[in-house]
């Protein structure tokens, strides 16, 4: 079955320190994976998209890793800000255009 | 702003009604994607048209269905309504489809069924 599981599934971290979120997924065949954040009551915004040819791509602050042998991603956020709270999806894409989502690392950033 | 814009923002409704939820996609997108988010569970794909036409369809139940317009605005109709399908409700949106086209999400419906 096509899975996206995300670790951890909350975490709490002060403002300006670092943090990583991890994805592992079982979809196949595989063709991207995506980093969304959702703040709440909102949409999902896209973060990254990466190929399966891809290993890292970064957008200011936040960098996505991906490794399509062991089926793995993280989402590296540095210096973080009291805005970064939100919940993190790792959302894969297989053959199909039909996104495979996560249920999310719910961030909170305190002062 | 995604540009893409849904009616209404809430929703209260008891058990056994029927609503509409609408959905208008950004501006030259032809594709619409509906999707259900259910408390603490993930994003699950509902249904896609491109054009106006279907395209693709996950877990919908039968009571739900939904159209595109030649305007390209889409409505997702709910029925029969259960407590279960309190839920926000999201679309989203790409000019085609595609498996490397990023999808633009509205700010969602939140549906409550009482």
């Known amino acids: 079955k096509n899975q996206v599981e995300q670790s951890p599934q909350s975490l709490i971290i002060l403002e300006g320190k670092n943090c990583t979120l991890q994805?592992?997924?079982?979809?196949?065949?595989?063709?991207?994976l995506r980093w969304y954040k959702q703040d709440t009551g909102r949409g999902p915004v896209s973060l990254t998209i990466?190929?399966?040819?891809?290993n890292t791509k970064s957008n200011g602050r936040y960098t996505a890793t991906l490794d399509a042998d062991t089926k793995q991603s993280s989402l590296h956020i540095t210096a973080s800000q009291l805005s970064d709270s939100a919940s993190y999806i790792c959302?894969?894409?297989?053959?199909?255009?039909?996104?495979?989502f996560g249920t999310g690392t719910r961030l909170q950033v305190f002062p | 702003d995604s540009g893409v814009t849904q009616t209404p923002k809430h929703l209260i409704t008891a058990t056994g009604q029927r609503v509409t939820l609408r959905c208008s996609p950004r501006?030259?997108?032809?594709?619409v994607y509906w999707y259900q988010q259910s408390l603490d569970q993930g994003l699950q794909f509902l249904i896609h048209y491109y054009n106006g036409e279907e395209r693709a369809k996950g877990n919908i139940l039968e009571r739900f269905s939904a159209q595109q317009f030649p305007d390209l605005h889409s409505e997702l109709n709910l029925s029969s309504l259960e407590l279960g399908d309190s839920a926000l409700y999201f679309c989203?949106?790409?000019?085609?489809?595609?498996?490397?086209?990023?999808?633009?999400f509205g700010p969602g419906t939140r549906l409550t069924v009482l």
């Open positions: 994805c592992n997924y079982t979809v196949s065949p595989f063709s991207n």
């Open positions: 990466m190929t399966f040819s891809e």
């Open positions: 959302v894969v894409n297989g053959n199909t255009d039909k996104l495979i």
């Open positions: 989203a949106s790409t000019t085609t489809p595609g498996l490397y086209n990023e999808q633009f």
């Open positions: 501006s030259g997108d032809l594709s």
